[in-house]
């Protein structure tokens, strides 16, 4: 059984960093992809990052490029969102995901089959 778990998320104000964790459990990763996504309130699920486990390739979105590098601990099989100079726009639910779906980087939304159950982050101004 996978299970993703995030942790990191808060109150922070503009311009400051946060790292969210995502703790992956349950099969060997070394052939999926993780990703990161979020919500905002009112909005669709979007992505923002994803990483291949295995070489550690990276993919962003527009919004985070370069804002929000991703990283993997392969010996701790943990996935990391730094967050840097964030603003209120970045308030969310922000989620790890994670797929055996790589033959299209970075993979869909849709190819995701597991979740984790999402942590908040705020952006105060």
């Known amino acids: 059984q996978v299970q993703l778990v995030e942790s990191g998320g808060g109150l922070v104000q503009a311009g400051g960093s946060l790292r969210l964790s995502c703790a992956a459990s349950?099969?060997?990763?070394?052939?999926?992809?993780m990703g990161w996504f979020r919500q905002a309130p009112g909005k669709e699920r979007e992505f923002v990052a994803a990483?291949?486990?295995?070489?550690?390739?990276?993919y962003y979105a527009e919004s985070g490029k370069g804002r929000f590098p991703i990283s993997r601990d392969y010996a701790k099989n943990k996935v990391y969102l730094q967050m840097n100079s964030l603003t209120p726009e970045d308030t969310a639910v922000f989620y790890c995901?994670?797929?055996?779906?790589?033959?299209?980087?970075?993979?869909?939304?849709?190819?995701?089959?597991?979740w984790g159950q999402g942590t908040q982050v705020t952006v105060s101004s």
């Open positions: 349950g099969r060997t990763f070394s052939s999926y992809a």
């Open positions: 995901a994670a797929t055996s779906a790589v033959a299209v980087l970075p993979p869909r939304e849709y190819a995701y089959p597991y």
């Open positions: 990483i291949k486990w295995s070489g550690g390739s990276t």
